[in-house]
């Protein structure tokens, strides 16, 4: 009969998380995870696999809680779609500059390390990308319904665009760009948005 786990596993894998999103996979080892949870390696092999496993787990609950939270922004009424937008662009950019580590993204740090070799993170990163764009399209089109942006204009390429400048953001902060330049930012993607001809 198995025994009964004896520690928090969701304690255990923000911790987890942490190793990986400040030194990224290859360069966090499980001896390092072990020492900061205070488990020893079999307990994590046996609760979580290998490495790949674990990274799989904490990659999978990152790009869930990145789309959780931007729903959790993005949707509601017509009348305020603009005011959810405005405002998911600009806390994107505050927390951006807030990175003082300048950790970025786990997506994007761990899309950027392993996609190409792992099929799993490829496919987890897709999906988050995909989901964070039709929850921007649908905002788009809500802005549009209420007359605040171009009925004529393509929901989804404006969507496809607001994600590139909010993933840039994310990545000139990790080179260091200052808050007034990912704030400038921010403003200038909402000022290039087509508005309704008067």
């Known amino acids: 009969m198995a025994r009964p ?11 987890a998380q942490e190793q990986f999103w400040a030194h990224g996979y290859a360069a966090t080892r499980m001896d390092d995870i072990a020492a900061a949870t205070g488990l020893g390696k079999g307990s994590l092999y046996g609760a979580f696999g290998g490495k790949q496993d674990l990274f799989h787990r904490v990659f999978d609950d990152y790009c869930t809680s990145v789309v959780d939270a931007t729903a959790q922004q993005l949707r509601g009424d017509d009348e305020n779609a603009y005011t959810r937008l405005s405002a998911h662009i600009h806390a994107v950019a505050a927390a951006s500059a807030a990175d003082t580590a300048q950790r970025g993204c786990l997506l994007a740090k761990g899309t950027a390390e392993l996609a190409e070799h ?19 399209k649908d905002d788009i089109a809500a802005c549009q319904r209420n ?3 171009d009925a004529d204009a393509n929901p989804g390429q404006l969507a496809a665009l607001v994600l590139a400048v909010l993933r840039g953001i994310e990545a000139l902060a990790k080179a260091g760009a200052d808050e007034k330049t990912l704030t ?15």
Do not use: C, M, S
């Open 5 to 15: 786990r004896k520690f928090d596993e969701q304690q255990v894998l923000a911790t």
């Open 118 to 136: 792992d099929k799993t993170v490829a496919t987890r990163a897709h999906t988050a990308i995909d989901t964070l764009h039709t929850l921007l």
């Open 184 to 198: 400038d930012i921010a403003r200038t993607a909402l000022a290039v948005l087509p508005r309704p001809a008067n």
């Open 147 to 149: 007359g605040d942006l």
